[in-house]
Nanobody, 115 residues
Framework: QVQLVESGGGLVQPGGSLRLSCAAS????????MGWYRQAPGEQRELVAT???????NYADSVKGRFTISRDNAKNTVYLQMNSLKPEDTAVYYC?????????WGQGIQVTVSS
Protein backbone atom coordinates (compact mmCIF):
# COMPACT_ATOMS: atom_id res chain seq x y z
CA GLN A 1 0.00 0.00 0.00
CA VAL A 2 1.13 3.56 -0.64
CA GLN A 3 -0.29 7.04 -0.19
CA LEU A 4 0.44 9.61 -2.88
CA VAL A 5 0.26 13.37 -2.46
CA GLU A 6 0.52 15.70 -5.44
CA SER A 7 1.65 19.31 -5.28
CA GLY A 8 2.79 22.10 -7.58
CA GLY A 9 -0.34 22.72 -9.61
CA GLY A 10 -1.97 26.06 -10.25
CA LEU A 11 -2.69 28.68 -12.88
CA VAL A 12 -0.12 29.42 -15.57
CA GLN A 13 -0.16 31.37 -18.80
CA PRO A 14 0.21 29.63 -22.17
CA GLY A 15 3.86 28.96 -22.87
CA GLY A 16 4.69 28.81 -19.20
CA SER A 17 6.04 26.00 -17.05
CA LEU A 18 5.05 24.09 -13.94
CA ARG A 19 6.59 21.22 -12.03
CA LEU A 20 4.31 18.74 -10.35
CA SER A 21 5.54 16.62 -7.46
CA CYS A 22 4.16 13.34 -6.17
CA ALA A 23 5.37 12.36 -2.72
CA ALA A 24 4.95 8.68 -1.81
CA SER A 25 4.56 7.37 1.71
CA UNK A 26 7.06 4.57 1.12
CA UNK A 27 10.04 3.76 -1.05
CA UNK A 28 9.31 3.88 -4.77
CA UNK A 29 12.30 1.75 -5.71
CA UNK A 30 10.33 -1.49 -5.95
CA UNK A 31 7.17 -0.04 -7.48
CA UNK A 32 6.81 -1.35 -11.04
CA UNK A 33 5.95 2.05 -12.50
CA MET A 34 5.08 5.54 -11.40
CA GLY A 35 2.99 7.70 -13.65
CA TRP A 36 1.03 10.85 -14.25
CA TYR A 37 -2.45 10.89 -15.72
CA ARG A 38 -4.88 13.73 -16.32
CA GLN A 39 -8.58 14.25 -16.70
CA ALA A 40 -10.17 17.28 -18.31
CA PRO A 41 -13.84 18.16 -17.68
CA GLY A 42 -16.11 15.82 -19.62
CA GLU A 43 -13.19 13.67 -20.72
CA GLN A 44 -11.80 10.30 -19.71
CA ARG A 45 -8.66 10.05 -17.65
CA GLU A 46 -5.65 9.70 -19.92
CA LEU A 47 -2.03 8.75 -19.58
CA VAL A 48 0.47 11.60 -19.58
CA ALA A 49 3.75 9.88 -18.70
CA THR A 50 5.07 6.79 -16.95
CA UNK A 51 8.44 5.83 -15.55
CA UNK A 52 9.26 2.23 -14.70
CA UNK A 53 11.57 1.04 -11.95
CA UNK A 54 14.01 0.13 -14.70
CA UNK A 55 14.07 3.68 -15.98
CA UNK A 56 11.93 3.32 -19.10
CA UNK A 57 9.64 6.21 -19.92
CA ASN A 58 6.48 6.51 -21.95
CA TYR A 59 4.75 9.74 -22.95
CA ALA A 60 1.48 10.65 -24.57
CA ASP A 61 2.06 12.00 -28.07
CA SER A 62 0.47 15.29 -27.06
CA VAL A 63 3.17 16.00 -24.45
CA LYS A 64 6.29 14.55 -26.05
CA GLY A 65 9.08 17.08 -26.14
CA ARG A 66 7.33 19.33 -23.62
CA PHE A 67 6.91 17.21 -20.48
CA THR A 68 9.52 15.21 -18.59
CA ILE A 69 8.91 12.63 -15.88
CA SER A 70 11.65 11.96 -13.34
CA ARG A 71 12.10 10.66 -9.82
CA ASP A 72 14.18 11.18 -6.71
CA ASN A 73 14.40 7.82 -4.98
CA ALA A 74 15.94 9.31 -1.85
CA LYS A 75 12.88 11.55 -1.44
CA ASN A 76 10.34 8.94 -2.62
CA THR A 77 9.12 11.57 -5.06
CA VAL A 78 8.19 11.60 -8.72
CA TYR A 79 8.12 14.80 -10.75
CA LEU A 80 6.47 16.00 -13.92
CA GLN A 81 8.19 18.99 -15.48
CA MET A 82 5.76 20.66 -17.85
CA ASN A 83 7.09 23.24 -20.32
CA SER A 84 5.46 25.14 -23.17
CA LEU A 85 2.08 24.63 -21.60
CA LYS A 86 -1.02 24.95 -23.74
CA PRO A 87 -4.66 25.63 -22.81
CA GLU A 88 -5.45 22.03 -23.78
CA ASP A 89 -3.17 20.85 -20.97
CA THR A 90 -5.74 22.14 -18.49
CA ALA A 91 -6.91 19.22 -16.37
CA VAL A 92 -6.74 17.56 -12.99
CA TYR A 93 -3.45 15.69 -12.85
CA TYR A 94 -3.21 12.44 -10.91
CA CYS A 95 -0.18 10.55 -9.69
CA UNK A 96 -0.29 6.76 -10.01
CA UNK A 97 1.73 3.94 -8.45
CA UNK A 98 1.47 0.73 -10.45
CA UNK A 99 2.30 -2.50 -8.64
CA UNK A 100 1.31 -4.49 -11.77
CA UNK A 101 -1.69 -6.21 -10.15
CA UNK A 102 -2.76 -3.24 -8.08
CA UNK A 103 -2.46 0.49 -8.44
CA UNK A 104 -2.93 3.50 -6.24
CA TRP A 105 -3.93 7.06 -7.05
CA GLY A 106 -3.30 10.44 -5.53
CA GLN A 107 -6.14 12.85 -4.89
CA GLY A 108 -5.35 14.90 -7.98
CA ILE A 109 -4.25 18.48 -8.49
CA GLN A 110 -5.62 21.15 -10.78
CA VAL A 111 -3.51 22.62 -13.57
CA THR A 112 -5.05 25.51 -15.48
CA VAL A 113 -3.39 27.06 -18.52
CA SER A 114 -5.04 30.34 -19.37
CA SER A 115 -4.22 33.95 -20.16
Amino acid sequence: QVQLVESGGGLVQPGGSLRLSCAASRSILSIYAMGWYRQAPGEQRELVATLTSGGSTNYADSVKGRFTISRDNAKNTVYLQMNSLKPEDTAVYYCNADFRFLSYWGQGIQVTVSS
